[in-house]
């Protein structure tokens, strides 16, 4: 890799250029801008890459111990480079995660440091975050200001044990969050999420959902076109989620899911949903004894790691009552509210075709796909669904209870975005009952 700042002789951009020319031209189309010399976040990214690859060095020299202590959530360590810093929060604890999804150090390494550049993700979101993907598409990588870090960290140890105790969950998959710092001033911190929409080479309509209708709506790309648009719930209205046995499963899940946000007191939130037509081949394969074989493996054990061993303040197996409150975590108790984790509904496909296992009703766990990214992939009849929460950073505080009386006010009759946590996971999860079949 080349260090950040400095070109290349002559010879070897015009080599690049003509390299990467073509792909170029069709990732613009696609709303995805190769970040090359001439990006403005060129240089930015070539630190984060170098910074990233020294962090993964260690942690891939470093195994995992057989427990998650105290001191790993707490966990910052500070690598200093040549023309910057970077700081790693939560090492352990995102090593360890990363073990239980599958994902080797060797090929995170490999993704996120690769020579090929990064992408810019163009979004329409209301954030500033700055949008980065890996080249291969599989990971994300999000700038985030420095309060939703702190809310994540406040909560990481709560968040991993939601996924120890419900492994397919939807929830998005944090994988790492930093702090880069470049002198004198300038500092951003970002985290790396694994990409839903992966992979997505056929992938024929993305929508980006939150259960409500004003400013729901996105002009569709013109016909033919190969521009990348996510589209919102009313462009949805009308259509379904085909999933026949698997119904049940993804309702408890979203269910489970979104309770667990309530709980930290959080809203607008959205569900991303994607899909693309299953070939002939692949309808077969999901019926074939080999293929329920390795199927049932990666579902019940998907990896070895110290998340399914403990974590400090984990909750019992036996205990139905979710997840406690941690100390200045945000946090809230719903001992007066239905908790959806205390039911322990018949997993989708279960009887000849799945393994009789406690722990697969009591988690909720589905026969997943042999695929790279299965825990966010739905096969239907007829259609391959992509399935995940994302953005779960909004903590209803004052500012957001001034924002739902205003919009209250100017949108009277009309659903919108802005209400209260309880009442974004009710609307949320009856969209999902509402639009599956």
Same mark, same amino acid.
């Given at each position: 890799?080349?260090?950040?700042?400095?070109?290349?002789?002559?010879?070897?951009?015009?080599?690049?250029?003509?390299?990467?020319?073509?792909?170029?031209?069709?990732?613009?189309?696609?709303?995805?801008?190769?970040?090359?010399?001439?990006?403005?976040?060129?240089?930015?990214?070539?630190?984060?890459?170098?910074?990233?690859?020294?962090?993964?060095?260690?942690?891939?020299?470093?195994?995992?111990?057989?427990?998650?202590?105290?001191?790993?959530?707490?966990?910052?360590?500070?690598?200093?480079?040549?023309?910057?810093?970077?700081?790693?929060?939560?090492?352990?604890?995102?090593?360890?995660?990363?073990?239980?999804?599958?994902?080797?150090?060797?090929?995170?390494?490999?993704?996120?440091?690769?020579?090929?550049?990064?992408?810019?993700?163009?979004?329409?979101?209301?954030?500033?975050?700055?949008?980065?993907?890996?080249?291969?598409?599989?990971?994300?990588?999000?700038?985030?200001?420095?309060?939703?870090?702190?809310?994540?960290?406040?909560?990481?140890?709560?968040?991993?044990?939601?996924?120890?105790?419900?492994?397919?969950?939807?929830?998005?998959?944090?994988?790492?969050?930093?702090?880069?710092?470049?002198?004198?001033?300038?500092?951003?911190?970002?985290?790396?999420?694994?990409?839903?929409?992966?992979?997505?080479?056929?992938?024929?309509?993305?929508?980006?959902?939150?259960?409500?209708?004003?400013?729901?709506?996105?002009?569709?790309?013109?016909?033919?076109?190969?521009?990348?648009?996510?589209?919102?719930?009313?462009?949805?209205?009308?259509?379904?989620?085909?999933?026949?046995?698997?119904?049940?499963?993804?309702?408890?899940?979203?269910?489970?899911?979104?309770?667990?946000?309530?709980?930290?007191?959080?809203?607008?939130?959205?569900?991303?949903?994607?899909?693309?037509?299953?070939?002939?081949?692949?309808?077969?394969?999901?019926?074939?004894?080999?293929?329920?074989?390795?199927?049932?493996?990666?579902?019940?054990?998907?990896?070895?790691?110290?998340?399914?061993?403990?974590?400090?303040?984990?909750?019992?197996?036996?205990?139905?009552?979710?997840? %406690? =409150?941690?100390?200045? $975590? @945000?946090?809230?108790?719903?001992?007066? /509210? #239905?908790? &959806?984790?205390?039911?322990?509904?018949?997993?989708?496909?279960?009887?000849?075709?799945?393994?009789?296992?406690?722990?697969?009703?009591?988690?909720?766990?589905?026969?997943?796909?042999?695929?790279?990214?299965?825990?966010?992939?739905?096969?239907?009849?007829?259609?391959?669904?992509?399935?995940?929460?994302?953005?779960?950073?909004?903590?209803?505080?004052?500012?957001?209870?001034?924002?739902?009386?205003?919009?209250?006010?100017?949108?009277?009759?009309?659903?919108?975005?802005?209400? %209260? =946590?309880?009442?974004? $996971? @009710?609307?949320?999860?009856?969209?999902? /009952? #509402?639009? &599956?079949?």
């Amino acid at each position: 890799m080349e260090p950040p700042g400095r070109l290349p002789p002559p010879s070897q951009r015009s080599v690049k250029r003509r390299r990467w020319g073509g792909l170029r031209q069709q990732w613009k189309l696609l709303g995805l801008f190769e970040i090359d010399q001439q990006h403005d976040f060129y240089g930015l990214t070539c630190r984060m890459k170098e910074g990233l690859a020294a962090a993964i060095h260690t942690s891939t020299h470093t195994p995992p111990a057989n427990d998650l202590s105290d001191d790993d959530f707490r966990s910052k360590v500070t690598q200093v480079h040549k023309d910057f810093s970077l700081e790693t929060f939560g090492g352990p604890v995102f090593a360890a995660l990363r073990a239980s999804l599958g994902i080797t150090e060797d090929e995170y390494l490999q993704s996120l440091c690769s020579e090929s550049c990064y992408l810019q993700f163009i979004s329409n979101s209301k954030s500033k975050a700055d949008f980065f993907l890996t080249n291969d598409k599989r990971f994300f990588l999000k700038t985030q200001n420095k309060r939703e870090i702190k809310f994540l960290l406040s909560n990481l140890k709560i968040y991993v044990e939601h996924l120890r105790k419900f492994p397919h969950s939807l929830l998005v998959k944090f994988l790492g969050v930093h702090r880069i710092r470049i002198p004198p001033g300038r500092k951003k911190y970002f985290i790396v999420m694994q990409s839903v929409f992966y992979p997505d080479e056929r992938i024929n309509a993305r929508y980006d959902i939150k259960g409500c209708q004003v400013s729901r709506w996105t002009d569709p790309a013109p016909e033919g076109s190969q521009i990348i648009v996510v589209l919102k719930d009313l462009n949805f209205e009308g259509q379904f989620i085909t999933l026949e046995r698997q119904r049940s499963w993804l309702v408890q899940q979203v269910e489970i899911d979104t309770g667990f946000l309530e709980r930290l007191n959080v809203l607008d939130y959205s569900l991303l949903l994607a899909h693309q037509p299953l070939h002939h081949d692949e309808r077969n394969q999901n019926l074939s004894f080999a293929s329920l074989i390795v199927r049932t493996k990666k579902s019940v054990n998907p990896g070895s790691s110290p998340i399914h061993a403990g974590v400090p303040g984990a909750v019992l197996d036996d205990d139905d009552a979710g997840p %406690s =409150p941690e100390p200045d $975590s @945000g946090l809230t108790s719903s001992q007066d /509210r #239905d908790d &959806s984790t205390q039911t322990s509904p018949r997993p989708a496909g279960t009887g000849a075709d799945s393994p009789d296992i406690p722990d697969f009703r009591a988690q909720n766990r589905r026969l997943l796909p042999n695929l790279k990214n299965p825990l966010h992939v739905i096969d239907g009849p007829e259609q391959r669904y992509f399935i995940g929460i994302i953005d779960v950073f909004t903590v209803y505080g004052l500012k957001k209870r001034l924002e739902h009386l205003w919009k209250s006010l100017r949108h009277h009759g009309r659903s919108f975005s802005t209400v %209260s =946590p309880q009442e974004y $996971s @009710g609307r949320l999860r009856g969209w999902v /009952r #509402d639009h &599956s079949e």
